[in-house]
C-alpha cells in the first residue's frame, strides 16, 4: 500500500482538566508527513508546557520523506534537537524539564509508533485492542520483576512516576515497535491524563462505535466527567476501509483539534 492512496481520518483533543490551571500537554497531527504524536509536559506548569512545545515545534518541521528509514530518521534528528534544546533550558535555569512522547509514523503501508515515559500507543484492529507502547515508570517496572501485581499497581503510591523523558539525562531513550498496516486499523494516542481515568476496553468500545473526532470527543468528556485530575491529550488515527475504493486519492486531512 502507497501511503498517498491511504484515506487518513485523524482529529485531536487536549484540555487541561478539572484540576490544572495550564495545559503541559500538546500534540501534533501531520497526516501529509505521516506523523502524529502526543507530548506531557513536566516541571511546572510554564517548564511543562515549554517542553512539550518544544517538542511539537521540533517535529513540525519533519516535511515530507522519501522513505521509511528517512522518516524515522527525519523524526529522530528532530526529537534530539528538543532534547537539546529542553536540557539547555533546564541547566540555564537550575530546574529539571522534560517531557513524554508518544508517536505514530506511517509510510510505505508499514507503522512505526515510539515513545518515551508514560504517554501511550494503542492499536486497534479487526475491533480488538491491544497496547503497542510500555510504560517507562518505576510502577512497571516493579510489575515486571513480580515485585508487584496488577492490582497493587492501580493504588501504588508511586504509580505516577517515570523513568524515561524527552530532555532528562544525557542521552535521549526512546523504544520503538514497527508493522504492517492493514486498512481499518485505529491507533489511540494518549497522554495518562485519559488513562487514569478510562479503562483500555472503554477506550476500545467508543473508538470501535465512532468517527475520530466524536470518539476524541468523548473520552475527554468521560475524563472530565470523572474529575478529570490531570491534563488530558488524545489523538484517534484511523485508516478508512470504507473509503479503500478511493486509490488515488489524498489522505483525508482532518488535522483539526481543539486544545484548552
Given at each position: 500500500m502507497d501511503d498517498v492512496a491511504l484515506p487518513f481520518e485523524s482529529y485531536g483533543l487536549s484540555h487541561?482538566?478539572?484540576?490544572?490551571?495550564?495545559?503541559?500537554?500538546?500534540?501534533?497531527?501531520?497526516?501529509?508527513?505521516?506523523?502524529?504524536l502526543v507530548a506531557d509536559g513536566m516541571g511546572g506548569h510554564e517548564a511543562g508546557e515549554f517542553a512539550s512545545a518544544t517538542i511539537v515545534e521540533h517535529?513540525?518541521?519533519?516535511?515530507?520523506a522519501t522513505s521509511a528509514p528517512d522518516l524515522r530518521e527525519r523524526f529522530e534528528d528532530r526529537l534530539i534537537e528538543a532534547h537539546d534544546e529542553i536540557r539547555a533550558t533546564s541547566r540555564q535555569?537550575?530546574?529539571?524539564?522534560?517531557?513524554t512522547v508518544a508517536a505514530l509514523l506511517v509510510m510505505d503501508g508499514r507503522f512505526a509508533c515510539l515513545w518515551s515515559g508514560d504517554s501511550r500507543v494503542y492499536l486497534v484492529r479487526n475491533g480488538v485492542m491491544s497496547q503497542i507502547s510500555r510504560d517507562h515508570t518505576e510502577v512497571q517496572?516493579?510489575?515486571d520483576r513480580g515485585v508487584i501485581n496488577a492490582t497493587e499497581a492501580r493504588d501504588w503510591p508511586r504509580k505516577n512516576v517515570i523513568t524515561r523523558a524527552v530532555g532528562v539525562g544525557e542521552d535521549i531513550v526512546i523504544d520503538y515497535q514497527h508493522g504492517e498496516l492493514q486498512l481499518g486499523d485505529i491507533f489511540v494516542l494518549g497522554t495518562d491524563g485519559l488513562t487514569a481515568h478510562v479503562s483500555d476496553e472503554e477506550i476500545e468500545r467508543m473508538v470501535n462505535s465512532t468517527g475520530a473526532q466524536a470518539a476524541c470527543e468523548a473520552l475527554v468528556s468521560m475524563v472530565l466527567d470523572r474529575g478529570g485530575t490531570d491534563n488530558?491529550?488524545?489523538?484517534?488515527?484511523?485508516?478508512?476501509?470504507d473509503l479503500a475504493r478511493l486509490q488515488t486519492a489524498s489522505p483525508i486531512?482532518?488535522?483539526?483539534?481543539?486544545?484548552s
Amino acid at each position: 500500500m502507497d501511503d498517498v492512496a491511504l484515506p487518513f481520518e485523524s482529529y485531536g483533543l487536549s484540555h487541561r482538566g478539572r484540576v490544572r490551571e495550564h495545559n503541559e500537554d500538546n500534540y501534533l497531527i501531520l497526516p501529509r508527513s505521516g506523523l502524529w504524536l502526543v507530548a506531557d509536559g513536566m516541571g511546572g506548569h510554564e517548564a511543562g508546557e515549554f517542553a512539550s512545545a518544544t517538542i511539537v515545534e521540533h517535529l513540525s518541521t519533519i516535511g515530507i520523506a522519501t522513505s521509511a528509514p528517512d522518516l524515522r530518521e527525519r523524526f529522530e534528528d528532530r526529537l534530539i534537537e528538543a532534547h537539546d534544546e529542553i536540557r539547555a533550558t533546564s541547566r540555564q535555569h537550575g530546574v529539571t524539564i522534560g517531557s513524554t512522547v508518544a508517536a505514530l509514523l506511517v509510510m510505505d503501508g508499514r507503522f512505526a509508533c515510539l515513545w518515551s515515559g508514560d504517554s501511550r500507543v494503542y492499536l486497534v484492529r479487526n475491533g480488538v485492542m491491544s497496547q503497542i507502547s510500555r510504560d517507562h515508570t518505576e510502577v512497571q517496572e516493579l510489575l515486571d520483576r513480580g515485585v508487584i501485581n496488577a492490582t497493587e499497581a492501580r493504588d501504588w503510591p508511586r504509580k505516577n512516576v517515570i523513568t524515561r523523558a524527552v530532555g532528562v539525562g544525557e542521552d535521549i531513550v526512546i523504544d520503538y515497535q514497527h508493522g504492517e498496516l492493514q486498512l481499518g486499523d485505529i491507533f489511540v494516542l494518549g497522554t495518562d491524563g485519559l488513562t487514569a481515568h478510562v479503562s483500555d476496553e472503554e477506550i476500545e468500545r467508543m473508538v470501535n462505535s465512532t468517527g475520530a473526532q466524536a470518539a476524541c470527543e468523548a473520552l475527554v468528556s468521560m475524563v472530565l466527567d470523572r474529575g478529570g485530575t490531570d491534563n488530558v491529550t488524545v489523538v484517534i488515527v484511523r485508516i478508512r476501509d470504507d473509503l479503500a475504493r478511493l486509490q488515488t486519492a489524498s489522505p483525508i486531512n482532518l488535522d483539526r483539534g481543539t486544545r484548552s
